[in-house]
Structure formats: structure tokens, C-alpha cells
């Protein structure tokens, strides 16, 4: 992929003081789960663009350009996931407990851990990320139907993105001397790390709307969780193996021809709907 195929969009997610955080009554507990995952991104996405950026003077021109860009799409999708978590917050003030074990998890590693685990942590969250994008465009018709448009425009921007860079943390990891079972390493952790936040996150959620002893949400997110396992666990493993490079892996179908609908005039997409769905 060359620098000009991975674009910046401008895209400025505003979200009325009155919108319900469940913004999906229909699936409760996805929007629970969705919330969680949002309110870490301001945490560990400023971890990555950070350990990615440190690599930038060790790359060849076109790598980080590559890898300006990519940081570019990181940046803005925090930042829009921030606007959403503010909401969040104020709704279910006990999230904000979480949210500073969150900072204090992110910033130690910075601090703590080399730039060499950072980098691996950085391309191995991203192999994650694609595979949470490609299980999302698999169960779209149930995640979205009857949701909120905002919110639901925000994730699918954020994870069609998220397979379009799906290559550079990669590329950088390897082209600054980086080994695969540290890129390996690093996905582990960052998969742990996500998956623990995600679950605490969903507890204190689903505790506030009253659904923490529903059998249906739990029922509806165990069945969720096996079936992002069978699609995670195969993909972490085949990133793992030597030769592997991500550009392999399959695009999901639905996401990339989404991103194509952005305006470019005004860098907006058009808000989620379920037409977008038929053919
Ligand atoms: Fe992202
Ligand atoms: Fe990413």
C-alpha cells in the first residue's frame, strides 16, 4: 500500500447532550459492550501512535509517510471516541474508576516497557482491531438493527479504517529490526488487555441499567464472545507464523465499500442506516 492509498479523513462526531448511551434498546448489551471498548480507546490508542511515532526517524521515506497517515486515522478516532465517552461518563459515573486504571495501565507500559515491546504491542493491537472489524461486518444485521446512527457510524468508521491501515504497525515493527515473537508477545498483551477492560467495562455498565443478572444479555454476550474468539484466535495464530504479513489476510466485504460513501467535500459519512445493507 503507498502513502497516498491511506487517507485522512476529517470527521467530527457530534453527539446530543440527550442521546441514550444504550443507544441500541434493541441489543442492550452490545451497546454496553461497544461503550467499553470505546471509552479505552483514548487510552491505549495514544499508547500506539506514540510507540509509532518514535519509530518514524528509523524509516525509509516511504514508510513514514505510510506511518503519518496511519497515526493521522489513530489520532482522529480517539479523539471522536472521547465525545461519545464524555456522554458515557456522566451517565455511569462509576466508568471513571476504570477510566484511571485505564490511564495508569497505558502510561506505565510507555514508560516502562521498550520501544521494541511497544512497537510489537502497537502492530499486534492492530491485528486485533482487524479481527474485531472483520467479525462486526460478519454480524452487522444483528449488532446495528434499530441503533442509534451516531454511535453506530462512529464504530463502523473506526473499524472500516482500522483494515485499512491493518499493515503499518506491521511494517514498521519489522522495518525497525523487530522479531515475530515479539510481535507475537505483543499481541497477546494487547488482546488481555483489551479483553479485561472490555469485560470490567460492560459489568459496570450492564450494573446500571439493571441488566447485570439478565440470563438473556449474558447469554447474548457469550455467544457474541465464542464466536469473536473463532474469529480472533485463528487470525492471531496464522499472524504468528513466519511469512505471514497482514496484507494477507481478507478484507472484510462490507466496511471498505462503506468508507468509499464518505463525502470528500465535507469528510462526512453519511450517518449508519440498515439500506446501506441491501444491495
Ligand atoms: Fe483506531
Ligand atoms: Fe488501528
Known amino acids: 500500500m503507498t502513502a497516498a492509498a491511506l487517507p485522512t479523513r476529517s470527521i467530527r462526531f457530534v453527539y446530543p447532550d440527550d442521546m441514550d448511551p444504550l443507544w441500541s434498546r434493541r441489543r442492550p448489551e452490545f451497546a454496553c459492550a461497544a461503550n467499553s471498548v470505546s471509552l479505552l480507546m483514548p487510552y491505549v490508542e495514544p499508547y500506539v501512535v506514540k510507540s509509532v511515532r518514535a519509530a518514524l526517524p528509523d524509516l525509509d521515506e516511504d514508510l513514514r509517510a505510510q506511518a503519518r497517515a496511519y497515526l493521522d486515522q489513530e489520532k482522529a478516532h480517539h479523539v471522536q471516541h472521547r465525545r461519545l465517552n ?5 451517565r455511569y459515573p462509576r466508568l471513571q474508576r476504570l477510566e484511571r486504571l485505564m490511564r495508569r495501565t497505558f502510561a506505565w507500559l510507555g514508560r516502562r516497557r521498550s520501544p521494541a515491546f511497544n512497537l510489537a504491542f502497537a502492530a499486534g493491537f492492530e491485528t486485533v482491531a482487524y479481527s474485531s472489524a472483520r467479525w462486526t461486518d460478519k454480524h452487522l444485521r444483528e449488532l446495528f438493527a434499530g441503533a442509534h446512527p451516531l454511535p453506530a457510524t462512529l464504530f463502523l468508521w473506526h473499524l472500516a479504517e ?5 499493515s503499518v504497525a506491521y511494517d514498521v515493527q519489522r522495518a525497525t529490526g523487530g522479531k515475530r515473537l515479539t510481535y507475537a508477545l505483543g499481541m497477546v498483551v494487547s488482546m488481555l488487555l483489551l479483553a479485561g477492560f472490555s469485560v470490567a467495562g460492560t459489568l459496570v455498565m ?16 457469550l455467544k457474541w464472545s465464542v464466536s469473536f474468539v473463532f474469529e480472533l484466535f485463528p487470525t492471531m495464530l496464522v499472524s504468528a507464523l513466519p511469512g505471514h504479513h497482514p496484507s494477507m489476510l481478507a478484507d472484510p466485504p462490507f466496511l471498505g465499500r462503506w468508507l468509499e460513501s464518505l463525502d470528500p467535500a465535507t469528510g462526512t459519512m453519511p450517518a449508519w442506516s440498515m439500506d446501506f445493507l441491501e444491495p
Do not use: I, N, Q
Open 86 to 90: 464524555d456522554l458515557l461518563t456522566r
Open 162 to 166: 482500522e483494515v485499512e491501515h491493518k
Open 206 to 221: 450492564l450494573r446500571e441499567e439493571g441488566l447485570l443478572f439478565s440470563p438473556r444479555a449474558h447469554a447474548r454476550l
